[in-house]
């Protein structure tokens, strides 16, 4: 059952060798400032866990995947240290992910808004159903996604990026993201979307951990200033979210 926490819920499992880390949150699976702390520090620790070879990423329930950074500590910020702080938190997942040495494998039951495809983008394999569109809404609030957008650029392209990022409204479908290089794989229901990530990661499990951890240095290569970049795409988005613009737009949301 989709958990009520004001903050969030973050549950990891570890059974044979494969660590199902799953997060949720009331307000269809967005992340708070804690939770998104919590999940950085998760992959940090797996990352050094000798027990786990590779890593399931989920959420809860059957419906939205992630509807991105809560939209009530957008609403609350002040100061440009405040915005700064709040756009590092998916900064310090992306880069936690991205510093992981176990590949991550993404299970995408349902639609994906803004840090969410951020998240999914920092995968390194994603399994997907067929609700499970995406849309980077950013622009339509006046912010934009500039913490994810290295992320997702990797994996669909810089035309990919604008198209999402320019057309803020507009869904695109989960074969859309397929065809892009964003989903691996794509399944009509979760049940069918289940079987084929279990069985996946059970036999991906069973190989040798060290040749799963050079695989998955050989594909972050040349990501090393992320570390900085994506700080530095934080402090501005985090200027954005301050200004006149952005908080007019914010109040006609609130609306």
Known sequence: MPTDRVNGSLYTKIENRIATVEFGHPASNSFVSELLSRLANEFNALSKNDEVSLIVLKSEGERAFCAGASFDELV???TLEEGKDFFS???NVINAMRRCVKPIFGRIQGKAVGGGVGLASACDYVYA????????????IGIAPLVI??????????????ELSFNPTEWKNAYWAKEKGLFSKVFDSIKEMDK?????TQKMASHNPEALAEMKRVLWEGTEHWDTLL???????????LSPNTKNALEKFKK
């Open 196 to 200: 084929e990530l279990d069985f996946h």
């Open 129 to 140: 159903t067929e609700a499970a569109s995406i849309k980077l809404s950013e622009i339509s």
């Open 89 to 91: 938190g998916f900064a």
């Open 231 to 241: 700080v530095e795409r934080a402090e501005a988005s985090g200027r954005l979210a």
């Open 76 to 78: 609350a910020l002040s």
């Open 149 to 162: 957008a290295p992320a997702v650029e990797r994996k669909i392209g810089k035309a990919g990026l604008a």
